[in-house]
């Protein structure tokens, strides 16, 4: 089946624009990551969805990010004022539950954001 | 939170050998353990973990061992071939967290 799919693949942006990135989770996952990977870092975790829930929202760097999570399905992290530390490889994951950790989560292709 | 640290950071063998990757963890109620694997320019994908109540698992080529009392566990990839070359990424959490606390990754490269 299909896997977890984002768009776009590559964004370069100037330094104070807004951009959204978008996630298409696996169908019938419940629970969705967003993370970021920086050029020879780990993946720094950044908000976690499940299902109808309050999001997780405890690793977001500052307040110019947010992100959505619509039906339960489609979600879009958005970076506004962006600034050069943004750039960075923005990837997304779904598992088919959250709370049990246990479950694999399962990467999208990431988006490569570039701010000039 | 957890704090999770690799070693070494890179790490070349030749092809054939084994090549070894350490992690430790800081929190003592972690008890699940993943390993990713990312090759240049793909996603990570899983490719083994390990809970708290067992000390070794293996699966075919790849192995992960856990020592709870010192907080690290370790992937053990014997046979190294070219296509073992990537970032591997250990994780640690614990059952009910949401999240899995990363390493910074491991580059190994595999010399043929």
């Known amino acids: 089946g299909a896997g977890v799919s984002q768009s776009p693949s590559n964004k370069v942006t100037e330094k104070g624009k807004d951009v959204e990135l978008r996630c298409d989770p696996i169908?019938?996952?419940?629970?969705l990551y967003w993370y970021r990977q920086s050029l020879g870092q780990g993946l720094e975790f950044l908000i976690y969805f499940q299902g109808n829930s309050a999001p997780d929202k405890s690793g977001l760097p500052s307040d110019r990010f947010s992100a959505e999570r619509t039906g339960g399905s489609v979600s879009t992290l958005t970076i506004q004022r962006t600034q050069q530390e943004d750039s960075a490889v923005y990837l997304c994951?779904?598992?088919?539950?959250?709370?049990?950790?246990?479950?694999?989560?399962?990467f999208g292709p990431g988006t490569r954001l570039t701010v000039l | 939170g957890e704090n999770v640290e690799q070693h070494p950071s890179t790490l070349s063998v030749q092809e054939g050998d084994s090549a070894v990757i350490k992690c430790t963890y800081s929190?003592?109620?972690?008890?699940?353990f993943p390993w990713y694997k990312q090759e240049l320019g793909k996603r990570p994908q899983l490719i083994i973990d390990?809970?708290?109540?067992?000390g070794e698992k293996k699966d075919q080529r790849i192995a992960v061992t856990l020592n709870k009392t010192a907080k690290h566990f370790s992937l053990h990839i014997t046979e190294t071939q070219p296509e073992d070359s990537a970032v591997y990424f250990c994780a640690a959490s614990y059952y009910g967290n949401n999240r899995l606390a990363f390493g910074k990754g491991n580059q190994v490269v595999v010399i043929p």
């Open positions: 390990i809970r708290s109540n067992v």
């Open positions: 169908s019938g996952h419940t629970a």
């Open positions: 929190d003592s109620a972690s008890n699940y």
């Open positions: 994951a779904s598992s088919l539950q959250g709370g049990a950790v246990y479950n694999e989560q399962f």
